[in-house]
């Protein structure tokens, strides 16, 4: 079984830059197309971005586009997620999740129920 482990977390300002990490001691995480979702008290976990396991395909949720970027280092087992211009509506528990397939819908990416493995989340907090 694939243990994911998140870190990165932390209190922010509005507008500032966090960057979130996702790695594994196992060696599969590059073969995995890998999310990152988030869940704030009170609301249903959400899809935030993704990166397929051959890096060829990114998605955003629209809340994050132009803020938020998804990316992974082989050579280092990681998936990132650099979080750019933080508002408080972002201010959650931030998941990487994995999954062993995909089948390449665009929409797709964003059902939990996609995803073999989950981390134990991250939490982001943004206040002034």
């Known amino acids: 079984q694939v243990q994911l482990v998140e870190s990165g977390g932390g209190l922010v300002h509005p507008g500032g830059s966090l960057r979130l990490s996702c790695t594994t001691s196992?060696?599969?995480?590059?073969?995995?197309?890998m999310a990152w979702f988030r869940q704030a008290p009170g609301k249903e976990r959400e899809g935030v971005s993704f990166i397929s396991s051959n890096v060829d395909h990114t998605a955003y949720a629209d809340s994050v586009k132009g803020r938020f970027t998804v990316s992974r280092d082989s050579d280092k087992n990681t998936v990132y997620l650099q979080m750019n211009s933080l508002k408080a509506d972002d201010a959650a528990v931030y998941y990487c999740a994995a999954a062993s397939f995909w089948a390449g819908d665009s929409g797709g990416w964003a059902r939990e129920s996609l995803y073999d493995y989950w981390g134990q989340g991250t939490q982001v907090t943004v206040a002034s």
């Open positions: 196992e060696y599969a995480l590059k073969y995995y197309n």
